[in-house]
Nanobody, 126 residues
Framework: QVQLVESGGGLVQAGGSLRLACAAS????????MGWFRQAPGKEREFVAA????????YYRDSVRGRFTVSRDNAKNTVYLHMNSLKPEDTAEYYC???????????????????WGQGTQVTVSS
């Protein structure tokens, strides 16, 4: 059974930092693009960041570029999202996802991803 399990969410003050982790089990995703998405209450889920299998191609949504960094450890089958200078508008449920079809070029659309985690809540207080 393939599982993606996120961790590291929590409550943080504006300007603070968090590191999210997404551990995969059941199969290896070391050759696949991994992504992070988020969904705030009452809003649609949106793309946040993605990284290809070699970690030489990453992409971020404009509002987090320069503050968030996506990374991965293929030996641990784990992808990370380092979030700095957090803002109240970053408050959301954060999901990691794995794409079976994307390997070198990162994908930003939800339908490119095949496996999803259950999410971890990030709340940024002002």
């Amino acid at each position: 059974q393939v599982q993606l399990v996120e961790s590291g969410g929590g409550l943080v003050q504006a300007g603070g930092s968090l590191r999210l982790a997404c551990a995969a089990s059941g199969r290896t995703f070391s050759s696949n693009v991994m992504g992070w998405f988020r969904q705030a209450p009452g809003k649609e889920r949106e793309f946040v960041a993605a990284i290809n299998w070699k970690s030489d191609n990453t992409y971020y949504r404009d509002s987090v570029r320069g503050r968030f960094t996506v990374s991965r450890d293929n030996a641990k089958n784990t992808v990370y999202l380092h979030m700095n200078s957090l803002k109240p508008e970053d408050t959301a449920e954060y999901y990691c996802a794995a794409s079976l079809s994307s390997r070198t070029v990162v994908a930003i659309k939800e339908d490119a991803y095949d496996y999803w985690g259950q999410g971890t809540q990030v709340t940024v207080s002002s």
